[in-house]
């Protein structure tokens, strides 16, 4: 093999062993003690030493091993002393905790101290403290104070530990919150919280940001920050993870384990520890919540004190901040709750005309009642308490939601109002009425020809009603009368003299045009009418809530009963009833006796003729006239 590829071999081979050192090197580490370093040597035999040794790597380390030779030139390996189990966790945690007071003191007699500090707690091979610390001269009894004052911190507040712990704590506040993280040492002699701002921890936020707008941040332990949560639906959900590393707390110390017979070593620098934690919390968002009614009167048609109730829909309005989510609160339990309203639902009435539809009810409109429904459960169907309806007349519901009346601590600060249109059809009640009409004819005979009317007394219209029309129809001439209250067979075939129509809006008694009569024989009147206009409710796409949507898509109008509904009367009745007589026969002449001479005769006068009796027989009939008085009423 020629010399250029023996060299580049040799290179390949010393990189090979210089790679496998660093990979060692992550669990251990070979160093060499070198000298002496801070200490004090006996002046008696000029020897003994009491202090720490210096390492090839910069560190120094105090003997462990009271009875073995001194450390001068041997190997060390690094590793973590308390996990080789040679000392109890406690004594563990004071080796380390001394090692990071003093592990490289820059005084001679504290490197003494520190060292007679660990023999004490490794061991002092049958020897007291007093044995070792001769070695420091004339500052024997310095070193044996100070020695023991290190044992006493270790064992007091902030001294040795045996580990670290974290907590997270997150606070939501709707569209605010914070986060804080502690940590806990704990400590031989109790835990205790570390002070705020002692060490930092890389925080990381799910589900919130910070105030700039990132979801990590390094945090001090102890310091409260401010987190601003997502908004979206009735809940947020936000998640921390606190990591803390190189925390000075725990019993890792770095052991430099001997791989002769020699001292091991207590190495400055002992392992760091870390602590992490994390923390998840739930709560309502700051998002406004707006619910929504749909309504429907329990009867679009009643009776005189009949009740009525609301059918009460509720529902999330389509246009809620919350989307389809029901707004909740945090109760004391900590459970999250649905946000609790008070509906009012007013029945206005009543009226004479039908409502017409507008935002909100007029200023004076009449007052029934006012009942509550409060709902604790969220959406749901559910019904009104009832109110009585007193008289005729139109009545309409309306229902509203106030914020004011929910709690501030059950969301009232987040609920948004609510309130129905004023005179939706699917919210109106008719108490209809039928008036009473009394009628009679303007007379009851009439002789040969003449003109009859259709007096009408109205009772019972309420006030301020829509105008009703009446229509009258007098039929004959009949040959005979038909049965009082009776409404004959085929009525509606039977001759029509005359059709007249009167508008009525008001109480009181209303007259017909006349009906002009010739023909001899029998009439009387009938009447109808339509009564009021059914009302129509046109949709103007302003309905009480989403569900409209499908009450307008399966009609375009609702139609409401009318006030009046339709009434009519054909019955005979004497009152309306009406005999027309035929023109009176004008007188015969007597007869002119004739001129020729008369026979002679005997006996009494002549018998009648025929004529005269025909005469006679008219007159009679002429004489006849049948007269009728009778009244009646139609309710």
Known sequence: MNRIPRILIAALLSLLTVSLAVSAGATAFAVQAVAH?????????????????????????????????????????????????????????????????????????????????????????????????????????????????MLQLANGDAGASRGVSATAELVLDGSKGSVVSQLTADYLSGPVLVAPGSFSGRMTLHGATFDGGGTTALVGNGVTTRIHPEQSGATEEVTVDVVYDDLPFGPAFRLGRNTGDSQNLLVTHPFPTSARASDAERGPTGLPFHPQVQTTTSSAVADPGASLTDTLELAVH???????????????????????VVIESVLFGPFSTRPEESDAPPADAPVVCTVETLVETGPGRLESPPCSVPTVGYYVWTDSIDPARTPFDKGGDRLMAWASRFGVASETT??????????????????????????????????????????????????????????????????????????????????TPCIRVSAPGYYYFVFESDGSDPSVHADDGRGNGAADEAWRSASSSVVLPALVPAFSDTRVHESESVAVSAPSAPPSPAPTPPSAAKLAQTGGGGAPTAMSTTLAVIAIIAGLAVVGLASRRVR
């Open 318 to 340: 389509p246009d809620s901040p919350t989307g389809d989510e029901w707004g909740v609160y945090r109760a004391s339990d900590g459970s999250f709750e649905p946000i609790p």
């Open 37 to 149: 370093g801070q200490g004090v040597i006996w002046r008696v035999d000029h020897t003994s030493w009491l202090g720490n040794y210096e390492l090839d790597d910069g560190n120094s380390g105090y003997c462990i091993d009271v009875t073995r030779p001194t450390p001068h030139g041997a190997d060390f390996d690094y590793v973590d002393g308390a996990a080789a189990g040679w000392f109890s966790a406690d004594d563990s945690a004071r080796l380390a905790f001394i090692s990071r007071r003093w592990g490289a003191p820059g005084d001679p007699l504290t490197a003494a101290a520190a060292q007679l500090a660990v023999w004490t707690i490794t061991g002092l091979a049958g020897h007291d403290q007093a044995y070792f610390a001769q070695r420091a001269n004339e500052n024997a009894d310095l070193v044996l104070q100070a020695a023991n004052h």
């Open 430 to 511: 008719v108490v209809p009425v039928t008036p009473k009409i009394a009628t009679a004819a303007s007379a009851a005979e009439i002789s040969d020809h003449g003109c009859v009317s259709d007096r009408l007394t109205v009772d019972g219209l309420p006030d301020g009603a829509e105008p009703i029309t009446v229509t009258s129809r007098l039929l004959g001439p009949l040959t005979r009368r038909p049965a009082e209250g009776s409404t004959p067979e085929g009525w509606a075939d039977f001759p029509l003299a005359g059709t007249v129509s009167t508008t009525i809006d008001t109480n009181g008694t209303h007259e």
